[in-house]
């Protein structure tokens, strides 16, 4: 009977560290995280985990779909009712390299916001950037695992930062 019981804690055991290397090489997101900073660009913090003791370094990319706002303003700061505004749509990308410690990365990634593009403003006007939105926020690594960032949808509405 003890002959018995100790093949079994053997076969246990031997189970249990064949598994280890298993369980370490298994990505996944354990966060990823929203916020914009005073500029009106968004940050994305992310905590990615289970890459292995083999890996370096791990490629990182955030997704966005991202909106802006853009306004002109006359030298006393009223905003004329003339056709000058421009509200600018478009999918964001940033990719970085984060090295791996202990088979986890952590870090961040800043992405945003639209730029006017050919948007100007007419003589004795000042264009100002008055809002940013971003939605459907993704990081994910090059193999293809990824989370979707929370919250789902970030917005100011309140920027109005001279451009």
């Keep these: 009977m003890r002959r018995i019981a100790l093949g ?3 076969a246990a055991c031997s189970t249990v560290l064949a598994a280890t290397p298993a369980l370490a090489d298994s990505p996944q997101f354990r966060y990823a995280r929203n916020t914009l900073d005073s500029s009106g660009a ?3 913090s992310f905590k990615e985990v289970g890459l292995g003791t083999g890996t370096t370094s791990v490629r990182i990319t955030v997704t966005a779909a991202a909106t802006a706002v853009y306004q002109c303003f006359n030298n006393g700061g009223n905003h004329p ?3 000058n505004k421009e509200t600018l ?4 990308i940033v990719s970085a390299d984060f090295p791996v410690r202990n088979g986890q990365t952590t870090g961040s ?3 945003g916001p639209l730029g006017p593009g050919d948007f100007k ?3 004795g006007q000042t264009l100002f950037l008055e809002s ?3 939605s459907n926020v993704f990081v ?3 193999a293809g695992h990824n989370l979707r960032a929370t919250p789902s949808t970030i917005s100011n509405n309140h920027l109005h930062i001279r451009v």
């Design 8 to 10: 079994l804690v053997s």
């Design 42 to 44: 968004l940050i994305t």
């Design 140 to 142: 994910s690594d090059a």
């Design 81 to 83: 009712k003339a056709r």
């Design 132 to 134: 940013v939105s971003y």
């Design 89 to 92: 749509e478009a999918d964001t």
């Design 121 to 123: 403003c007419p003589s």
């Design 109 to 111: 990634l800043t992405t």
